[in-house]
């Protein structure tokens, strides 16, 4: 624990929000001590973690990257860091991110851009960067990310760990900062598929909390996939032949597929939506989402309140100055697609194609067990230029977002050079994604 916190304390890649250093060198004391006294010790006991800056823990900063939120302290602690803090896990960082998980690149924060953990000249991948930097570099053993779009899957990508969206649900978004409510997921980012396993059994079941969870049955520990259970995988054909993807991420794709084949796998090729209808619809309903969630965010009961002359001016002051542009452009364009005369086109249209993607995964795990995909069509952008081109940025989650619309179990393993692989399989799956994990590696 003192040599992570030494390293973060560092903040080589601005991966920092806020040091929980007192309570982390505490909390192993404590551990310490267990262990000196021959006490045995469980699986996540003393296992120094980090935590996306999103997730409420009592008394701790609680910034969202953002300068609204920038002094706000948490008055209570979410669900699934409450069950890890139970399990012994020990809590060093809250993390660099894209404000209110708004981006992917984490270059919209106040903090400073994460930088990537293989070349720190590129993006550190957003919005859990931070998280997803702080474990390939080592200075956390896991990290807990939050996915609404890809942002855990898109940054383990970039730096070269595991990043696990479990089925929507799983576990308790009851604490995580609301994005969007619909397909908001809380994850963990870590080195192996094992380290995974342990994270998710700690923090998945039923919280009366959130409504929305469901308890599910934790995943074994031999995890070895039964070939039996696999007959057919699959991948969108369109995700691959086109003219955005990257040639190496394409190369290193094929060659997975190739790999399945040889094992005595047949590998079926699927109709999928284009690219451009499901960023659009992702973004119609993200936006939306957001731009009610945030609205609570007026300076009245929490957050950075700048005056004005009334009320009215109070709310529209604090909100102009508070929140990044990208944010900003997220309310605006959410306010937008809810508002009388757009909703019926929009908005509802949204909802509609939502309906049409999650039927479309449905019949195809009728036909294939798992669905493989590259998790972005680029590789990791330079520090800078995802800024310039905010519509190229969501372009870039064109393979991502499906699988959260769908809210399926999501994995992205590491790949070398290219963003990863991501493993995806029917709602509540989530074991047999890890089992095909493995039975890859
Ligand atoms: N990049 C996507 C977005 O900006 C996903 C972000 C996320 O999953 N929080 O919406």
């Known amino acids: 624990v003192q040599d992570r916190l030494g390293l973060l304390k560092q903040n080589t890649h601005n991966t920092v929000n806020s040091l929980l250093d007192e309570t982390a060198l505490a909390l192993a004391k404590k551990v310490d001590a267990k262990i000196e006294s021959g006490e045995e010790i469980g699986l996540l006991e003393g296992i120094p973690f980090g935590i996306k800056d999103v997730y409420m823990v009592q008394g701790t900063y609680t910034t969202a990257s953002s300068d609204l939120l920038k002094k706000y302290k948490s008055a209570y602690t979410a669900t699934a860091i409450q069950k890890l803090l139970d399990a012994?896990?020990?809590?060093?960082?809250?993390?660099?991110?894209?404000?209110?998980?708004?981006?992917?690149?984490?270059?919209?924060?106040?903090?400073?851009?994460?930088?990537n953990a293989v070349n720190p000249s590129l993006v550190g991948g957003g919005s859990s960067g931070g998280s997803a930097v702080n474990v390939a570099k080592g200075f956390t053993v896991f990290s807990i990310g939050g996915d609404?779009?890809?942002?855990?899957?898109?940054?383990?990508?970039?730096?070269?760990?595991?990043?696990?969206?479990?089925?929507?649900?799983?576990?308790?978004?009851?604490?995580?900062?609301?994005?969007?409510?619909?397909?908001?997921c809380v994850g963990p980012i870590a080195k192996s598929t094992?380290?995974?396993?342990?994270?998710?059994?700690?923090?998945?079941?039923?919280?009366?909390?959130?409504?929305?969870?469901?308890?599910?049955?934790?995943?074994?520990?031999?995890?070895?996939?039964?070939?039996d259970a696999i007959k057919t995988v699959g991948?969108?054909?369109?995700f691959i032949n086109n003219d955005a993807i990257s040639a190496e991420i394409k190369a290193d794709f094929l060659a997975s597929i190739e790999k399945i084949k040889a094992k005595g796998i047949e590998v079926k090729?699927?109709?999928?939506?284009?690219?451009?209808?499901?960023?659009?619809?992702y973004y119609t309903l993200a936006m939306a989402e957001t731009a009610s969630n945030l609205s609570r965010l007026d300076g009245t009961n929490y957050g950075n309140r700048i005056e004005g002359d009334n009320l009215k001016d109070t709310?529209?002051?604090?909100?102009?100055?508070?929140?990044?542009?990208?944010?900003?452009?997220?309310?605006?364009?959410?306010n937008q697609v809810l508002s009388?005369?757009?909703?019926?086109?929009?908005?509802?249209?949204?909802?509609?194609?939502?309906?049409?993607?999650?039927?479309?995964f449905e019949k195809d795990f009728k036909e294939v067990d798992i669905i493989l995909s590259p998790v972005t069509p680029n590789l990791p952008p330079k520090i800078g230029d995802s800024l310039k081109d905010p519509l190229a940025m969501y372009l870039s989650d064109a393979y991502t977002v499906g699988f959260s619309l769908g809210q399926l179990p999501t994995l992205t393993i590491p790949k070398g050079t290219a963003t990863g692989l991501q493993i995806s399989a029917a709602k509540n799956n989530d074991e047999l994604v890890l089992q095909f994990a493995n039975f890859l590696n």
């Open 269 to 281: 090729e699927l109709d999928f939506f284009e690219s451009d209808t499901l960023v659009s619809t």
């Open 148 to 184: 609404t779009g890809g942002s855990i899957r898109q940054p383990a990508g970039y730096n070269n760990v595991f990043g696990f969206k479990p089925t929507y649900g799983r576990i308790s978004r009851f604490g995580l900062m609301a994005y969007a409510s619909s397909t908001d």
């Open 88 to 115: 012994g896990a020990i809590p060093l960082v809250k993390e660099n991110c894209d404000s209110f998980g708004h981006g992917s690149s984490s270059e919209n924060t106040i903090f400073g851009a994460v930088k």
């Open 194 to 227: 094992e380290d995974i396993r342990i994270v998710l059994n700690a923090m998945s079941g039923k919280d009366v909390k959130d409504q929305t969870t469901y308890q599910s049955s934790s995943i074994s520990k031999e995890s070895v996939l039964n070939t």
């Open 235 to 238: 991948y969108f054909k369109n």
């Open 340 to 360: 009388q005369g757009f909703s019926d086109e929009i908005y509802l249209k949204g909802l509609n194609l939502r309906d049409q993607i999650a039927a479309n």
């Open 315 to 334: 709310y529209s002051i604090t909100r102009s100055e508070n929140f990044s542009e990208e944010s900003k452009r997220r309310i605006v364009g959410g």
